[in-house]
Nanobody, 122 residues
Framework: QVQLVESGGGLVQAGGSLRLSCAASGSIFSINAMGWYRQVPGKQRELVAAITSGGSTNYADSVKGRFTISRDNAKNTVYLQMNSLKPEDTGVYYC????????????????WGQGTQVTVSP
């Protein structure tokens, strides 16, 4: 089992920045890909960004150039630096982890965090 604990959400004005963190513990040797999804009421959870243990990244088109995902393998932690935030970035952000990158990209990760709220005011 793998436990994921997110932190760093909050309220910010449009144009501002936030950094989310997700610390993994437990059977971390089974993890290859980690990433972030977000969900707003009435919509499906959508991929924001993902990163493999080798450093390959994948971003949603809506966040390219504004968000950066990074990973500290020594600390078993993944980060999401969010700059130039927009009101449409508002949502609950979930950390995800899986042994296979494609499984994570398909939204079927085995492990999920509890979510952290990000609210961007106009």
């Amino acid at each position: 089992q793998v436990q994921l604990v997110e932190s760093g959400g909050g309220l910010v004005q449009a144009g501002g920045s936030l950094r989310l963190s997700c610390a993994a513990s437990g059977s971390i040797f089974s993890i290859n890909a980690m990433g972030w999804y977000r969900q707003v009421p009435g919509k499906q959870r959508e991929l924001v960004a993902a990163i493999t243990s080798g450093g390959s990244t994948n971003y949603a088109d809506s966040v390219k150039g504004r968000f950066t995902i990074s990973r500290d393998n020594a600390k078993n932690t993944v980060y999401l630096q969010m700059n130039s935030l927009k009101p449409e970035d508002t949502g609950v952000y979930y950390c995800a982890a899986d042994g296979r990158e494609q499984t994570l990209l398909n939204g079927r990760s085995e492990y999920w965090g509890q979510g952290t709220q990000v609210t961007v005011s106009p």
